[in-house]
């Protein structure tokens, strides 16, 4: 009876009915992702459904070389689950986005040495040319994808520059168009057969390696949250493609759940910049770190305030506006900005969160960050719903958002973000900003809202500063 079940449970109807459910729960998973308050059960449901596709995997163990591959396929479930469990549960808000790319970077990789390992399985032909197809662009698209990743998270962790690093003039687009098509001729090549299948694969793989990191290096701080989007697609894309070479479902199903959803997110956010995904890549702005700006220097001045005066300010106001940004994150301050938003409603204001698409340095940062402060998500507003708010908003509070607010995207054509669209947080009745210093923002570019005759400064550390301001608003 018990070799009668094992022998049903490794039928290819059952594995394949497995596979279904297994998809079917990953997809229902995602849908839980579009609110902060069904997040947590999604991201549950979606990895039962992955814990589902690997048992069903291991079932397949005919198609495997030999006993000892199941177990290390359980020696890197094992590895994987120690390594990564630890450093999900450990890493801070503030470097999420660097996780995020460097896992994405993960899954790439990982397709590529699939690629690799499944021609060193097939060396001498009998590979059929549809399966190679699939392979090397998985092989190629991969690669790309994890050392591309490999970039975004030493940029966004600041071990490398965050400014554009690129060829002069047009050598870096010859360049990166010279390696791809290098990269497909060998492709050709190899599945073709005719020539060494090893000295090729390997070739692919290192001239894709290196295009992945001279595509992301030009690409400046401020459009990081549109690369990782886009290196999001391309390794869900990747692993769908290695799903049809090894005749596995679960693989294509969610490597093209991945890849559309980071294809519409990556359009999404070129659009909420108002620049093209091409010129993104081509190498955009950011990350020139400029020296703090002082009225000796310009002629301009700022007007620096207390936390005292801000309060009053605040309390007595009808509509608040809060627009978060990266410094919040820095400063872990969201949980104070949540008990300053109940003192505020607690006096009758109304207070409201204009949240920008690129705000931060991932997308959705500030919601992930206000959502673990357990802000209600109707409180929530995105740029197209706040900008109308601004002219019946008696204050705004900027908390550490430099670029997404900054004017010059819409009256300054010589600036590098005109035309993207912004918070217009300079129509406000008067606005504070919450910042350290007056350094600029991630995209290295001086903001004229901080010279603004209503803007007031209030410097220091955004969580400190937070926190004293909520106990100014309860002591009126």
């Not at 060998?186 to 692919?204: D, N, R, Y």
């Not at 993104?280 to 002082?294: K, L, R, T």
């Not at 507003?381 to 607010?405: C, H, K, Q, S, Y």
């Not at 504070?432 to 903001?447: H, P, Q, T």
């Amino acid at each position: 009876m018990t070799a009668l079940g094992t022998v049903f449970l490794q039928t290819k109807d059952f594995i394949y009915a497995a596979y279904i459910v297994a998809f079917a729960l990953l997809i229902y998973g995602m849908t839980g992702l579009t609110g902060p308050k069904t997040a947590v059960r999604g991201n549950k449901i979606a990895a039962v459904g992955m814990a589902i596709a690997v048992v069903a995997t291991l079932l397949r163990e005919h198609e495997f070389s030999g006993s000892g591959t199941v177990w290390l396929i359980l020696l890197g479930v094992v590895i994987g689950t120690a390594v990564g469990v630890p450093a999900a549960l450990k890493v801070r808000m503030t470097a999420m986005p660097q996780m995020v790319a460097l896992f994405n970077g993960v899954g790439g990789g990982a397709v590529a040495l699939i690629a690799w390992i499944e021609f060193r399985h097939h060396f001498g032909g009998g590979y059929p040319l549809r399966v190679e197809i699939f392979e090397l662009f998985g092989a190629i698209v991969g690669s790309i994808s994890f050392w591309g990743s490999n970039i975004a998270f030493g940029k966004l962790q600041e071990i490398l520059p965050s400014r554009p690093i690129k060829l002069p003039g047009r050598a870096q687009t010859v360049v990166n168009v010279g390696l791809f098509l290098v990269a497909v001729a060998s492709a050709i090549v190899l599945s073709s057969g005719t020539h060494s299948q090893a000295l090729f694969i390997l070739g692919i793989l290192v001239v894709s390696a290196i295009l992945g990191n001279l595509v992301v290096l030009p690409i400046g701080g401020a459009d990081m949250p549109v690369v990782i989007s886009l290196l999001n697609a391309f390794t869900g894309l990747s692993a769908a493609a290695t799903g049809v070479g090894l005749d596995n479902p679960v693989m294509i199903v969610a490597g093209m759940i991945v890849g559309a959803s980071g294809t519409i997110l990556t359009n999404l956010m070129a659009k909420a910049m108002n620049r093209s995904v091409p010129a993104i890549v081509a190498g955009g702005f950011g990350g020139e770190v400029s020296a703090p700006v002082s009225a000796s220097s310009d002629g301009r001045s700022y007007r620096s305030t207390s936390a005292q005066d801000v309060a009053i300010q605040l309390a007595y106001a009808r509509q608040v506006v809060v627009a978060p940004g990266y410094g919040m994150a820095v400063a872990q301050a969201q949980h104070a900005v949540r008990a300053l938003e109940k003192a505020l409603e607690a006096k009758g204001v109304i207070v409201k969160y204009a949240i920008h698409p690129v705000a931060g340095r991932m997308p959705g940062h500030m919601n992930v960050l206000l959502a673990e402060a357990d802000v209600p998500y109707d409180l929530l507003r995105e740029m197209d719903d706040i900008n109308p708010e601004f002219p019946r908003t008696d204050v705004t509070l900027v908390i550490g958002a430099n670029d997404v607010t900054n004017p010059a995207a819409e009256s300054d054509p010589g600036s590098p973000i005109y035309g993207m669209p912004s918070l217009e947080v300079d129509r406000s009745a008067a606005v504070v900003v919450l910042k350290r210093s007056m350094a600029s923002g991630f995209a290295g570019i001086d903001n004229p809202l901080f010279y603004d005759p209503k803007t007031s400064m209030l410097f220091g550390d955004a969580k400190a500063s937070v926190t004293e301001l909520t106990a100014e608003v309860q002591a009126l």
